[in-house]
């Protein structure tokens, strides 16, 4: 039984009930749309590939205010660590539990009953609403909102401002509003040495051991400063492997795995650039792939950030900090068309975490802050 009869905590139930593992939408996409249909709507299903998107608009004039977010959700895990089962949502102690509650069923949710109370209130209101829904977020991120901005761009169909509901908050609700994020640069790189008996060194030419110097320059390089809204650019290796899984040989390679997270202070390409100088530097033989997973971006404060800082305040009594902070989002691909984008939702305490899961008062209050920042927007 259900502790509460709210809109928003009935809707995160009944996402979180479908089993949408990236890229699988599972039909979540199907009930949001009959919700905003239901509401004056009209809805557009985009698949690309294997990916299932929703743009849904309410009304054609300007301004366009968007809410964004993903049905698709990152697998469960072990199932053994999960107290309920992670595709059946259920409500304890003050709580819902289920894969996708923060990240970002749960914000989903609000979005639709806040819009539904919106409007209902003030049909009139000015320029338009959309929705920008993707199954597509959590995996490789190729055919979801990025291939929705583009069939947008192409038809000159212009985004004002959008409202992505990320689980920004970190402690309470309402004290975080992520308005840009760092970019990430990953690199597969190869360090080729010469396969041999381990008691014959002299014959052979061991990886590890030639990249150990590079390595130590790599890690200790301060790659930039940072600036007033980013943290200084990060190197970090994630994964290295080298060996045949025997103690008598030399490898022929090694292979490791890094990432940047990097601020506006530098491209990919100056960082491209600085990595294989240092590794020229060391004269290695190597190989190396770049994937660009995404650009900085940065909205500074205009009227959508004032717009959910004030709405913020009245609902919470807390004045939100804007912050560049935490992994990318599909928010990188909205910027890139000139409007203003923000990102607020739930504590993201237990997002990608067995037994994830969000306050059925925080679902509540979201919706009514995210009313109100429409509010702030589109009424005269």
Same mark, same amino acid.
């Given at each position: 039984?259900?502790? $509460?009869?709210?809109?928003?905590?009935?809707?995160?139930?009944?996402?979180?009930?479908?089993?949408?593992?990236?890229?699988?939408?599972?039909?979540?996409?199907?009930?949001?749309?009959?919700?905003?249909?239901?509401?004056?709507?009209?809805?557009?299903?985009?698949?690309?590939?294997?990916?299932?998107?929703?743009?849904?608009?309410?009304?054609?004039?300007?301004?366009?205010? *968007?809410?964004?977010?993903?049905?698709?959700?990152?697998?469960?895990?072990?199932?053994?660590?999960?107290?309920?089962?992670?595709?059946?949502?259920?409500?304890?102690?003050?709580? *819902?539990?289920?894969?996708? %509650?923060?990240?970002?069923?749960?914000?989903?949710?609000?979005?639709?009953?806040?819009?539904?109370?919106?409007?209902?209130?003030?049909?009139?209101?000015?320029?338009?609403?959309?929705?920008?829904?993707?199954?597509?977020?959590?995996?490789?991120?190729?055919?979801?909102? *990025?291939?929705?901005?583009? %069939?947008?761009? %192409?038809?000159?169909?212009?985004?004002?401002?959008?409202?992505?509901?990320?689980?920004?908050?970190?402690?309470?609700?309402?004290?975080?509003?992520?308005?840009?994020?760092?970019?990430?640069?990953? !690199?597969?790189?190869?360090?080729?040495?010469?396969?041999?008996?381990?008691?014959?060194?002299?014959?052979?030419?061991?990886?590890?051991?030639?990249?150990?110097? !590079?390595?130590?320059?790599?890690?200790?390089?301060?790659?930039?400063?940072?600036?007033?809204?980013?943290?200084?650019?990060?190197?970090?290796?994630?994964?290295?492997?080298?060996?045949?899984?025997?103690?008598?040989?030399?490898?022929?390679?090694?292979?490791?795995?890094?990432?940047?997270?990097?601020?506006?202070?530098?491209?990919?390409?100056?960082?491209?650039?600085?990595?294989?100088?240092?590794?020229?530097?060391?004269?290695?033989?190597?190989?190396?792939?770049?994937?660009?997973?995404?650009?900085?971006?940065?909205?500074?404060?205009?009227?959508?950030?004032?717009?959910?800082?004030?709405?913020?305040?009245?609902?919470?009594?807390?004045?939100?900090?804007?912050?560049?902070?935490?992994?990318?989002?599909?928010?990188?691909?909205?910027?890139?068309?000139?409007?203003?984008?923000?990102?607020?939702?739930?504590?993201?305490? $237990?997002?990608?975490?067995?037994?994830?899961?969000?306050?059925?008062?925080?679902?509540?209050?979201?919706?009514?802050?995210?009313?109100?920042?429409?509010?702030?927007?589109?009424?005269?």
């Amino acid at each position: 039984m259900l502790e $509460t009869k709210s809109t928003s905590v009935v809707l995160t139930c009944d996402l979180i009930n479908r089993q949408s593992v990236t890229p699988n939408d599972a039909g979540c996409q199907q009930l949001i749309g009959d919700r905003l249909s239901a509401i004056g709507f009209s809805l557009e299903h985009m698949r690309f590939g294997d990916v299932d998107n929703l743009w849904a608009r309410r009304g054609n004039a300007s301004p366009l205010f *968007v809410f964004a977010g993903h049905t698709d959700v990152v697998p469960t895990g072990p199932l053994e660590q999960w107290k309920t089962p992670p595709f059946e949502a259920t409500i304890k102690d003050g709580h *819902v539990y289920g894969r996708g %509650a923060c990240d970002m069923k749960g914000c989903i949710a609000a979005m639709i009953d806040a819009c539904e109370n919106f409007v209902a209130e003030h049909p009139k209101h000015l320029g338009s609403i959309a929705f920008l829904i993707t199954s597509d977020e959590e995996g490789a991120a190729k055919y979801g909102t *990025v291939k929705v901005v583009e %069939a947008l761009q %192409a038809r000159k169909e212009k985004i004002d401002w959008c409202l992505v509901g990320e689980a920004s908050s970190a402690d309470t609700l309402g004290d975080t509003i992520k308005v840009g994020r760092r970019g990430s640069l990953n !690199a597969n790189l190869t360090i080729h040495g010469i396969q041999g008996h381990i008691a014959y060194p002299h014959k052979a030419a061991n990886p590890i051991h030639l990249f150990s110097s !590079a390595m130590t320059e790599l890690c200790k390089v301060e790659w930039d400063k940072g600036n007033e809204y980013f943290q200084p650019t990060s190197f970090q290796i994630s994964n290295i492997n080298a060996g045949t899984g025997t103690d008598n040989v030399i490898p022929g390679d090694l292979k490791l795995i890094f990432n940047f997270r990097f601020s506006p202070e530098l491209t990919a390409e100056q960082l491209k650039t600085r990595v294989e100088e240092i590794l020229n530097k060391h004269n290695l033989k190597y190989s190396i792939q770049w994937r660009l997973s995404g650009n900085p971006f940065l909205t500074r404060k205009g009227k959508l950030a004032t717009a959910l800082s004030k709405a913020i305040k009245s609902i919470q009594n807390i004045e939100p900090e804007l912050s560049t902070t935490g992994g990318t989002s599909d928010g990188r691909f909205i910027a890139t068309t000139g409007c203003e984008v923000a990102e607020f939702g739930l504590i993201n305490a $237990t997002i990608h975490k067995a037994n994830e899961c969000a306050s059925v008062s925080d679902l509540d209050k979201l919706s009514k802050i995210y009313k109100q920042t429409m509010e702030n927007l589109l009424l005269a």
